[in-house]
């Protein structure tokens, strides 16, 4: 499922999936990078950047700029030099470590009695024996470039989240609408069920009573009954988280909606799950089934709204 986030264009409303990926080659004559960033639905805003290790230092500044554009999602920033620069670098011998090594081997050859040669292939074979050192670079240059190319893969990103968005706005407000419709039906519909009810237990008294049945107490009873299945104040609550709803789905703000979104889809689901435990009717309950199944299909998408 795609992770959406919302705002206005043109009067009309958008949502950004936060599933995307954007690529960019970029430098200039003394270096190359290509930046790679993928985005995927995360709870919180998680990112994590793999560089080369003379970039390290860089990496701060990187997870900055992401920072700067989302409240939420996992990003993952990969960066790389193309491998003609990173072949750049000059070979050193550790020989201090060199010494240790062949030491220690010369010293468990004639400890243990051993036969063999302590010979080059062995000790090559040690890690940090030879290493690459990085040509000196000025840092900010690099960063000049880098940034530059960070800035235009998240544009990339950003379109194919706009892109992609586009077809989910139409199915969230589309099921909005649908539930809109159904509280209005079962708005209609629930005061006549407790006229059906009053009826009912009114022809039920009188057979079992085979009289008339006292007025009054019936009157009492059907009030009773009225205010355990009125489902105004129900009905009333939902159709203002559904305004709620709308209102934020225009209108946005920098930190993100989508935990707010949550909130008003959960407190729909306990006003859907009242209105079913007082429903007396077939058609009512039926129509609230509906409306939870297209809440809860609205809810899978708000789970990763930034």
Known sequence: MSTLDFHEEDGAVVIHSMTGYGRKEIGDASVQFTVEIRSLNNRYLDIQVKSPRA???????????????FARGRFDVFISRNGAQERGGRLVLNESLAG???????????????TGEVELSLVAGFQDIITVA?????????????????????????????????????DILGRIETVERLIGTIRV??????????????????????EQPDTVRVAQEIAILAERTDVTEELTRLGSHLAQFRDLLRAPSPEGVGRKLDFLIQEMGREAN?????????????????????????REQVQNIE
């Open 274 to 298: 009242t209105i079913a435990s007082k429903a007396m009717d077939a058609e009512i309950s039926l129509g609230v089934v509906h409306m939870k199944a297209e809440l809860e299909k609205i």
């Open 134 to 170: 990085e040509a000196d670079e000025d840092p900010e240059a690099l960063w000049q470039v880098l940034s530059g190319g960070i800035v235009l893969a998240l544009d990339e990103l950003g379109q194919m989240r706009a892109l992609e968005g586009a077809a989910l706005a139409r």
């Open 100 to 114: 240790d090594y062949i030491g220690i081997l010369k010293d468990l050859k004639k400890r243990y009695d051993l």
């Open 55 to 69: 970039l390290a230092s860089m990496e701060p500044r990187v997870k900055k700029i992401v920072q700067e554009r």
């Open 189 to 210: 519909k629930a005061p006549a069920t407790v006229e059906i009810a009053r009826k009912r237990m009114t022809d039920t008294l009188s057979k079992l009573l085979n």
